[in-house]
């Protein structure tokens, strides 16, 4: 008799934690249900990234004194740098200057370490090709700034989509949907 007691207990504290965990499950959704939703349309869209974004690199080639620096602060030593020694000056002089995006991990080291700020980091991303050999830029491609998404015109840009606090997007209040085409 006791022994059934007991087991009747056990059971109906079971099936209690049992609620008490759906029942936190429940909250959980219901508290999702009333965020509005943060997706963009990518293309149509774009985030802003950081300030201490690192996209592609960015070279000037007026700058370079050849002194090789990012090649050795770089972990797999990918910068190809291209010199030749003037003799008549004593001065090394550059003649050409590549990396390999398909190969580059983007640490930032070679921006950092170099003496004369001819590197430095964009917030372009969108490397992508068909074609993994398009991805070896030389000087003239490294030279091209990217167009800044705050000056594109056929995008809409969202500024800190990601650091808002639960429940407030600024500039989508009378939308439930973040998303908004450009026509």
């Known amino acids: 008799m006791f022994s059934m007691i007991n087991g009747l207990k056990n059971y109906s504290q079971q099936a209690i934690q049992a609620a008490r965990y759906i029942g936190q499950g429940f909250l959980v959704t219901l508290d999702h249900m009333n965020r509005l939703p943060t997706t963009i349309q990518y293309p149509y869209e774009k985030l802003i990234p950081s300030e201490r974004f690192r996209g592609r690199i960015h070279f000037e080639?007026?700058?370079c004194i050849a002194c090789e620096v990012c090649v050795r602060v770089c972990p797999i030593h990918l910068p190809v740098v291209d010199w030749e020694l003037k003799k008549s000056i004593k001065k090394k002089q550059l003649k050409s200057y590549s990396i390999d995006f398909g190969v580059c991990i983007f640490?930032?080291?070679?921006v950092e370490?170099?003496?004369t700020n001819c590197l430095s980091m964009?917030?372009?991303y969108?490397?992508?090709?068909y074609n993994r050999h398009e991805?070896?830029?030389d000087q003239t491609a490294l030279g091209r700034l990217p167009?800044?998404?705050m000056e594109d015109f056929t995008i809409e840009s969202i500024f800190n989509l990601t650091s808002l606090p639960k429940g407030k997007i600024e500039g989508h209040v009378?939308?439930?949907n973040v998303t908004q085409f450009i026509n």
């Open 61 to 63: 080639f007026d700058k």
């Open 122 to 124: 964009t917030e372009e």
């Open 174 to 176: 009378n939308s439930r």
């Open 113 to 115: 370490y170099c003496p």
């Open 147 to 149: 167009i800044s998404i």
């Open 126 to 129: 969108e490397l992508s090709t």
């Open 107 to 110: 640490c930032g080291n070679c």
């Open 135 to 137: 991805l070896n830029y």
